[in-house]
Every structure is written in C-alpha cells, then in structure tokens.
C-alpha cells in the first residue's frame, strides 16, 4: 500500500515535507502470540492449586507474564514506520507511539540510495537493527526502502513505501540546503 503525502512546495517549488510510511500486518499474529503467553501466566496464577511448589508456579507465571509483555511490545513497536523528510531532518518513528525514534539532520547526510530489495533476513530479523558491515536499520518488512549514507562513513537503511520519491527529496534538499535555523533568544 503506497501512503506518502508531500506538503504545499516551498518558495522554490521544491516539496517542503515528504512522509511515507510501511506497514507490516504479520506482526500483528506476533502480538497476539505475546498477547496469548500473557494469558496462559495469568491463567496458571489464578487457576493453579498451587500444588507443585510456590517456586515452580511463581516461575511458570513470572517467564509467561514476561515473554508475553516482551514479544507483544517488541512487535507493537514494529508494525509500521513512519518517515518524515523536511528541509532540515529525516525523521523515523516505529509503532503506534512514535518509539523507538531517529532523526538524522540532513547536515550529516552525504547521499541517498534507493533499496528496490531489503529483506530482514539480511539484517538478522524485523526491527531496529545493528550490523557492523552494513550499518543501522529499521526493518518493518520486506521490499523497496532508502539507504542514507552519513558523513561519518556509517549508512542508514529503512523500509518505507515509495523510497524513490524520498530518495529524490532528500537529493534535492542535499543540492539545495536549507538556510541556517535563526538564533534561539537567551532569557534576559
């Protein structure tokens, strides 16, 4: 599905802002697999006879009660992500609260490449990812994504619907850079 809006152009006719987003409904089965270990910890802590031992069960509901809240809100937090480019910043918030976040000022970019074909299983799985030899990611699915390539030599790689328009917009904005933000006042 190809969600991606641009806002009225700047002076010069370039998009002031483009956002885009993926979305990835498999996580949601995840989530309710998470949701479903939650249940069973409670289940056995108000149902058990308590006969095996205090230890045993507190350990039965304890591992179930933690999995579930770890698996559920660990794939809540990946179910889409958001990408936001304006003249300053690339901005990408996953899940339905906006965490975890990164913001990459456009100052620190040195170029963009669209990705027709990322796929978690290059990156070790669906997330925020790490990989010393291919740099930093958020992975919501598989498919087309954008690659910014940073100034220190490190890259940063995100799955989003319509990577092409983003990677055009933060071309134009690397050629065209935005006027210094004005002085914020001191207090008096």
């Not at 308590?50 to 230890?55: C, D, E, K, R």
């Not at 965490?99 to 027709?116: C, K, T, Y």
């Amino acid at each position: 599905m190809r969600q991606h809006a641009r806002t009225p152009h700047a002076d010069d006719g370039r998009p002031a802002v483009w956002t885009g987003r993926a979305t990835n409904r498999f996580q949601w089965l995840a989530a309710l697999a998470g949701a479903a270990c939650m249940a069973l910890g409670i289940t056995i802590a108000v149902a058990s006879a308590w006969t095996s031992g205090v230890l045993a069960l507190l350990m039965a509901v304890i591992g179930c009660v933690a999995a579930g809240l770890l698996v559920l809100f660990g794939t809540l937090a990946f179910v889409h992500v958001a990408v936001k480019v304006d003249d300053r910043a690339m901005e990408v918030r996953c899940g339905h609260i906006g965490v975890p976040r990164r913001r990459i000022p456009l100052s620190h970019v040195v170029g963009a490449d669209f990705a027709p074909s990322v796929t978690p299983r290059h990156w070790g799985g669906w997330g925020y990812r790490w990989r010393p030899e291919k740099g930093t990611a958020v992975i919501v699915r598989r498919g087309e994504g954008l690659v910014l390539r940073l100034g220190d030599g490190r890259t940063f790689t995100v799955t989003v619907d319509d990577a092409e328009s983003a990677v055009r917009v933060i071309r134009d904005h690397l050629r065209h850079p935005a006027p210094p933000a004005p002085p914020t006042p001191t207090g008096v």
